[in-house]
């Protein structure tokens, strides 16, 4: 009966809609659904710091558990507070001469409906981009040094370089700004491949080459240096973590359309899916044809490359792109973790690097290839070069600017406080020696390696 | 023939090991363990109450060998898990009665070497 009637309830709601058509809905209404879909997927994307932290924890080991969820709490944490203090104006504050917002810092008020659902909607964002960088850093790095290194990238690495593409700086090309004098269009990162996944991987690629290798990840002997493995100490934790991290896209993506009135919000969440899928067969064929054994990491690395390169052609690819981006996407992170592990021989415990850089930024250049709208054309639809051109001038400052700040904070640091712990302490772990408190108290495990 | 049974610290695992491959004692078994002796355990925090940890991580090595072998794996075992801190472990050696390879049935020294 109750059923009956919801069902009669919502046809009637609906008749409602269709009598008013979609643009004379009353603005009441309209703000309304709209509040209603950032709040609800900003809350979705919240929810990706808890697999963040289990995909961390898991493909890292027991002696360092309690540790690296502690990171992945308390970067959001602090950076919060530093994204509501300083993040924000410089993101979306009146802008300056196209490089930085100068306005809105510390917004201290009671009514601003819409300030607070964007603010609520960027700072799981700002979030994102910081929670990727523990991964990378995972195992060695003092508590003390990430949390400072945590507030120093919401409150101004992510922002800065965010407003030149979301915050309309440079990137967004005004009239008269750079990219308009070239003749070129805005760069397009929908949901940010470049803005939060580049930006953090890129940070997470410069913290783990400044603070060196795991003790025993390259050991040396007879002139060649070999390369060990640390296997993860939970993946079904990790996997749980992978799925969590995919549910929570659902609000990464559909909810960048920033209002539940788009009628693409089914599309981005159809390509979302297609590239997530792909990119875990493209990573699972790929790695098994290579380790001649479908690898379980890899392959909840490749969803996630998915996941990242479909983050910003999301809303303007077609399905069919959705899938080859991904298969590309699962390719490039097996062959990247090779790369970095084996021939730069920059220690990523997780793959970060792999997955939200390098993908980030074939995400951002797949905009350029396959994009298939009006306003934009990309390589395969007839859009010629510029929007590509644009695209990777996008990649390439921002890049230039994550990797300069990044060092210079983590250079810092590391003159300051330090960055790693002492080797000793290391060995016996993290949660012993920076928490004195064990994340699997009365359990035994090989702290050894 | 003699049974060598190290307590080290889980830490230096490796670097006996390493040691222990220089010195061709390549057979060995490796349990975790727990224990104590003078250094009288350390102490913990748990929601920032002391909990003193009575039995510490340790790593036992048991290392069967052939008489000409025991010294060469006793030091190889001193020289990768020394550190010169309390609580590096000991080492026991005791004489071993017999060894039998189940797969092949050999005994004595043919089957622990």
Not at chain 1, 4 to 22: D, Q, S, W
Not at chain 1, 119 to 128: I, M
Not at chain 1, 400 to 428: D, H, T, Y
Request: proline fraction near 3%.
């Amino acid at each position: 009966m109750r059923k009956k009637i919801t069902a009669v309830l919502l046809f009637a709601f609906a008749l409602g809609l269709a009598a008013f058509g979609e643009d004379e809905l009353p603005i009441a209404l309209t703000s309304a659904i709209d509040m209603l879909w950032l709040v609800l997927t900003a809350a979705l994307v919240f929810f990706m710091q808890a697999g963040f932290a289990l995909v961390e924890t898991g493909l890292t080991r027991a002696k360092n558990a309690s540790n690296i969820v502690m990171k992945n709490l308390m970067d959001f944490c602090l950076g919060s507070i530093a994204f509501w203090a300083i993040g924000w104006g410089l993101m979306y504050g009146a802008d300056k001469i196209g490089l930085f917002g100068s306005s809105e810092f510390f917004k201290n008020i009671m009514d601003d409906p819409s300030f607070f659902r964007n603010w609520f909607f960027q700072v799981v964002f700002a979030a994102t981009a910081a929670t990727i960088v523990s991964g990378g850093m995972a195992e060695r790095t003092q508590f003390k040094s990430y949390l400072i290194y945590t507030v120093c990238i919401s409150a101004v690495i992510y922002p800065v370089s965010g407003h030149w593409i979301w915050g309309g700086g440079w990137l967004s090309a005004p009239e008269g700004g750079f990219l308009a004098n070239l003749g070129l269009p805005a760069m397009h990162d929908f949901a940010g491949s470049t803005v939060v996944h580049s930006v953090g991987g890129w940070a997470a690629f410069i913290g783990a080459a400044v603070l060196g290798p795991r003790i025993g990840k390259y050991v040396k002997a007879n002139g060649k240096t070999s390369v060990k493995s640390f296997p993860g100490h939970n993946i079904p934790l990790a996997m749980l973590g992978v799925f969590i991290l995919w549910f929570g896209w659902y609000g990464f993506n559909p909810g960048s359309t920033l209002s539940g009135m788009s009628p693409d919000i089914g599309r981005i969440a159809v390509t979302t899916t297609l590239a997530a899928a792909a990119g875990a067969v493209g990573a699972l064929f790929t790695s098994w044809i290579w380790f001649k054994k479908p690898d379980p990491s890899m392959t909840m690395n490749g969803v996630l490359a998915g996941l990242v390169a479909i983050t910003a052609p999301c809303a303007v690819v077609s399905p069919g792109a959705a899938v080859v981006i991904g298969l590309i996407a699962g390719l490039i992170v097996v062959l990247s973790v090779e790369l970095i592990d084996k021939v730069i021989k920059v220690d990523d415990p997780v793959g970060a690097v792999s997955v939200h850089c390098v993908n980030g930024i074939f995400g951002t250049l797949a905009v350029g290839i396959w994009g298939n709208t009006d306003s934009v054309k990309g390589l395969l639809h007839g859009g010629g070069l510029t929007q590509l051109a644009s695209q990777a001038i996008g990649v390439a400052a921002v890049a230039l600017w994550a990797c300069a700040m990044s060092f210079v904070v983590f250079f810092a640091i590391k003159k300051i406080v330090g960055l790693r712990v002492k080797p000793e302490e290391e060995m016996r772990g993290l949660d012993l020696s920076e928490h004195k408190s064990e994340a699997y108290a009365g359990f035994q495990f090989f702290s050894n390696m | 023939m003699k049974l060598i049974i190290a307590y080290i610290q889980p830490h230096k695992l490796n670097e006996v090991k390493q040691e222990l491959y220089k010195a061709k004692v390549y057979k060995m078994s490796v349990t975790n363990a727990l224990g104590c002796g003078q250094q009288m355990g350390y102490h913990e925090s748990y929601r920032g109450v002391d909990e003193e940890v009575n039995l510490l991580k340790k790593v036992r090595l048991e290392i069967a060998v052939n008489d000409g072998f025991a010294q060469a794996t006793i030091d190889a075992i001193v020289k990768g898990a020394r550190t010169g801190q309390i609580g590096d472990g000991k080492i026991f050696v005791m004489p071993l009665g017999d060894c039998i390879r189940i797969r092949t049935g050999e005994t004595g020294g043919e089957a622990i070497g």
